[in-house]
């Protein structure tokens, strides 16, 4: 995350590429708050967006249990930053959350049910290697990106 954001001026993380795009302010932002969410409730821990007041730093125009999943694209638009401090420091402070949760995990651990309103009933282990891949594909948007705006 730190190289897609690194550097770049609040226009640049606020840009998108066409009036309906995701910008990545809003890409970073939701991949966080998504394993932010589904980490909390997996480690039985609040989030970190309340517990630190990430909502309040961000300060955003939307329900503080927003996660981005289902935003129009008005919605995205409202997710703004004025640096990129701000969002690598709420990326920063998650990631560390979840490390923490995640050092010497068990085998048997992850195969415990974190979600039964799925069938099947979803596991811890399929919990974080969802959260896993959705990070991995809107860092890997954000950072193409943040290389189209260069080429600009």
Do not use: C
């Amino acid at each position: 995350m730190h190289g897609a954001v690194e550097g770049l001026a609040a226009e640049d993380l606020n840009a998108r590429l066409d009036p309906r795009a995701n910008s990545i302010t809003w890409l970073v932002w939701h991949l966080t708050r998504i394993q932010d969410d589904h980490v909390a409730d997996a480690s039985g821990q609040e989030q970190v967006w309340l517990s630190q007041d990430w909502s309040g730093r961000f300060d955003l125009r939307l329900s503080h249990a927003a996660t981005g999943y289902g935003h129009t694209s008005k919605q995205v638009a409202a997710v703004r930053v004025d640096s990129p401090e701000l969002l690598l420091g709420y990326y920063d402070a998650v990631h560390e959350q979840t490390l923490a949760f995640v050092t010497g995990l068990s085998d048997k651990a992850l195969n415990r049910i974190v979600d039964e309103s799925w069938s099947p009933p979803v596991t811890l282990g399929v919990r974080l290697v969802s959260v896993i891949a959705d990070d991995l594909q809107h860092a890997g948007q954000a950072a193409f990106i943040r290389g189209a705006l260069k080429r600009r």
